[in-house]
């Protein structure tokens, strides 16, 4: 696992996206696996200004996204399709159709058959991930064992308090959401985790300890032979690690 210490969570996005332009140049129809959430907003920003003054070109790039709430329909202002529109693709020259964001409602067992015929046909060329406060991963929740692949989670409490920020009341935050499994994530053939603001112990068991824990998913990055973990120098500065 290589990690890599950034000033800041706008130099952490910088980075990040350099890896990702440098992937898209070396295989430029690749699969790409993408998060949402608060890590990777930075780094969608950097690309989407590389594709208008740059270049950068999405136009044969298929994404596939880790993960989305059951029960909110895709034009929900708080869906995970809806934040992908607004974050990113909109401002990039990706054909949506290229685009996949599991659907949260309709019947469930043919959304999550759905989502794993596509994981199993595309190969993942790099994911994105951000981590849980609680260190889950997509929504691999921790637990006392995990999921190879997609699959419906009911998310923790701490997972909804941190999410309820997006919505008006807790109460309209989803219960439950599909999402990759664990083995889905680590079958990409590289991993790109951010890590910064209120992650402490969650990054304290990844890079402060030498065990592999399904009550902290993060943890199993360490197995992947091509993870590329990116951390916010205040962040490592918590938790006291050095590099
Ligand atoms: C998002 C996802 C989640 C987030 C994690 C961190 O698609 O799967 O695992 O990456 O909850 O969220 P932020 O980046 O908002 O701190």
Redesign the pocket.
């Known amino acids: 696992m290589k990690v890599i210490l950034a000033k800041d969570y706008a130099d952490m996005s910088n980075i990040a996206a350099d890896i990702i332009e440098d992937v898209i140049k070396a295989k430029p129809s690749c699969t790409i696996g993408l998060?949402?959430?608060?890590?990777?907003v930075g780094m969608y920003q950097e690309l989407s200004r590389r594709c208008r003054e740059e270049n950068l070109d999405f136009s044969k790039i298929h994404t596939i996204?880790?993960?989305e709430y059951v029960g909110l329909e895709p034009n929900h202002d708080q869906s995970?399709r809806h934040f992908m529109d607004e974050n990113f693709f909109n401002h990039i020259n990706i054909d949506k159709s290229n685009t996949f964001v599991a659907k949260g409602v309709g019947d469930p067992e043919k959304n999550l058959k759905e989502f794993n015929d596509i994981l199993d046909k595309n190969e993942i060329e790099i994911q994105v991930?951000?981590?849980?406060p609680d260190g889950?991963?997509?929504?691999n929740e921790p637990g006392d064992v995990l999921y190879d692949k997609a699959h419906q989670e009911h998310l923790d409490e701490s997972?909804i308090s941190?999410?309820a920020r997006f919505f008006k009341n807790r109460e309209d935050v989803p219960k439950y959401a599909f999402?990759m499994g664990m083995g889905d994530i680590m079958r990409a053939k590289r991993l790109l985790l951010?890590i910064g603001?209120n992650?402490a112990e969650a990054a304290t068991k990844l890079l402060m300890t030498n065990t592999l824990d399904p009550h902290c998913p993060a943890t199993f990055i360490r197995m992947h032979r091509n993870a590329t973990v990116i951390i916010e120098q205040s962040l490592a500065d918590v938790i006291g690690y050095k590099g």
């Not at 889950?136 to 929504?139: A, E, I, S, V, Y």
Request: glycine share 20%; no cysteine; net charge neutral.
């Open positions: 998060a949402t959430g608060s890590s990777p996204n880790l993960d995970y991930l951000g981590i849980g889950h991963l997509g929504f997972t941190a999410n999402t951010l603001g992650k």
